[in-house]
Nanobody, 118 residues
Framework: QVQLVESGGGLVQAGGSLRLSCATA????????MGWYRQAPGKQRELVAA???????NYVDSVKGRFTISRDNAKNTMYLQMNSLKPEDTAVYYC????????????WGQGTQVTVSS
């Protein structure tokens, strides 16, 4: 499991934007599919966005048209651009190897807190 470090979270007003980064200790090139996940207080962790083979994307309905997932293999980093943020986007955001999560990995980074005020 490649170690992952999330950053870029913060406090923002509704309608604002943030860009999250997911840096890997090793080569991100070896990870075929990656995802951004979030967990709000009292709720289960959910998949927010996934990127397959660096080209195909998938988003949960609640963020479609507002969030964009991307990756830069040269920088070993994945990003989540979040626009038009809503209070319901408030959560701790995590990145991970998509297929590792499907297989039930117990590894998660420390996450980055996103708080959207109304």
């Amino acid at each position: 499991q490649v170690q992952l470090v999330e950053s870029g979270g913060g406090l923002v007003q509704a309608g604002g934007s943030l860009r999250l980064s997911c840096a890997t200790a090793g080569s991100i090139f070896s990870i075929n599919a990656m995802g951004w996940y979030r967990q709000a207080p009292g709720k289960q962790r959910e998949l927010v966005a996934a990127l397959f083979s660096g080209t195909t994307t998938n988003y949960v309905d609640s963020v479609k048209g507002r969030f964009t997932i991307s990756r830069d293999n040269a920088k070993n980093t994945m990003y989540l651009q979040m626009n038009s943020l809503k209070p319901e986007d408030t959560a701790v955001y995590y990145c991970n190897d998509y297929w590792a999560v499907v297989r039930g990995t117990l590894y998660w980074g420390q996450g980055t807190q996103v708080t959207v005020s109304s």
